[in-house]
């Protein structure tokens, strides 16, 4: 698809190398620290201390494969995207997607989020914030990390912002489970106004909330729920007040999809205009849900078609085009043949928009560097 504007992925990720948290950790937690093993008979997998089910590889960077070729097990690291940890290769992988630049996310990280001890986390998500602020240097222009938060409690939240701002990182990705209460708590209240003074939006990513899929029905069942632990917590922000309290919050809903988002607008305000006495004491909202949602909340979406259709039922300056890289949900390296079709009747400022100028303006991006490199 020819532009006349840069395009940018805002969501995409990279693929932890062997060293990424044991070279890069604390020293107290180097004995403890994720790393790859390969397991005869299921491959290369990164093993957490903590969790029981170890991370394949299989599916983490299979960008590009037929869908009879993807396996769970059985992968090789060296067989991977190696872009996934190389920010030189990246760029080759860039140019056959046609895409400028990326908003850059862990794979690791992700399950990370899920793990019940914080402090370990903690350790971790220090670790990989090293690493992805260097992997990023290599291509500042191009490779647009995102840092992680462990939130073991609201201050330290704020301390973990500043240090991920003076890394030169992005964003926040934050875990769906804070240590303390619940993100709607006035408990966060500092949290947020720290996010909004230092221009760091904050993101919440699918498969990092624990305990979100359903225990019923075939395996590819819990594929459709993925989406779920993201809607949870825009519901949660929304109707827990964050966004009255705190108009000019930016949060991202990463890799959830967009095409649910008009349904589930007018279900929060449906909620609101008929049970609002359920709201807790002393808390009110002034406007519709829908309004805070369609201010405040971006969401992230590859093939969604359904999302491209009904851009005209929801705040389009708010949708944020991905392409996944490299896992195997990647539109890579079909991105330009997928966005020619789906992208077909949007308008030349909704299409500008939705893959180029609502990301730049969400995370500063400087347009004019990336025709430069």
Not at 237 to 245: K, N, S, T, Y
Not at 286 to 304: C, M, N, R, V
């Amino acid at each position: 698809m020819q532009t006349n504007h840069p395009i940018i992925s805002a969501d995409s990720h990279i693929t932890e190398p062997p060293d990424c948290y044991v070279k890069h950790i604390d020293p107290a937690w180097r004995d403890r620290a994720p790393h790859l093993k390969h397991i005869d008979g299921a491959g290369d997998v990164f093993v957490i201390d903590g969790m029981k089910t170890p991370i394949p590889m299989g599916i983490v960077a299979a960008a590009g494969k037929p869908p009879e070729e993807i396996r769970l097990m059985g992968t090789r690291f060296e067989d991977l995207h190696r872009g996934g940890w190389d920010p030189d290769a990246r760029l080759a992988d860039q140019r056959r997607d046609g895409v400028d630049a990326e908003v850059i996310y862990p794979t690791v990280g992700m399950a990370l989020c899920n793990h019940r001890d914080a402090d370990y986390k903690k350790a971790c998500f220090d670790a990989y914030n090293r690493w992805i602020a260097e992997y990023c240097s290599a291509h500042p222009a191009r490779l647009l990390g995102v840092g992680q938060t462990a939130m073991r409690s609201p201050e330290e939240g704020i301390a973990d912002l500043t240090r991920i701002q003076e890394l030169g990182l992005r964003g926040v990705m934050m875990p769906g489970n804070p240590v303390v209460d619940d993100y709607d708590s006035p408990a966060y209240d500092a949290f947020w106004e720290a996010a909004i003074d230092l221009q760091l939006p904050l993101s919440f990513h699918i498969l990092t909330t624990r305990e979100s899929s359903p225990t019923r029905g075939p395996k590819m069942n819990g594929f459709l729920s993925v989406i779920r632990g993201c809607q949870d917590i825009m519901g949660t922000l929304v109707l827990g007040g964050v966004f009255e309290r705190h108009p000019e919050l930016r949060v991202v809903c990463v890799e959830a999809d967009a095409g649910w988002v008009p349904h589930f607008m007018y279900r929060m305000d449906h909620a609101f205009k008929r049970h609002r006495n359920w709201l807790p004491p002393g808390q009110t909202l002034t406007k519709l849900p829908s309004e805070y949602f369609a201010a405040g909340i971006y969401t992230t979406f590859q093939d969604d078609w359904v999302a491209f259709q009904s851009v005209d039922m929801m705040n389009w300056r708010r949708l944020l085009w991905a392409n996944d890289f490299p896992h195997s949900d990647s539109t890579w390296p079909w991105s330009q043949e997928m966005l020619a079709q789906h992208a077909a009747l949007l308008s030349d400022e909704q299409r500008r928009a939705i893959l180029c100028d609502n990301v730049a303006e969400l995370y500063r991006i400087d347009l004019a560097s990336l025709r430069s490199t």
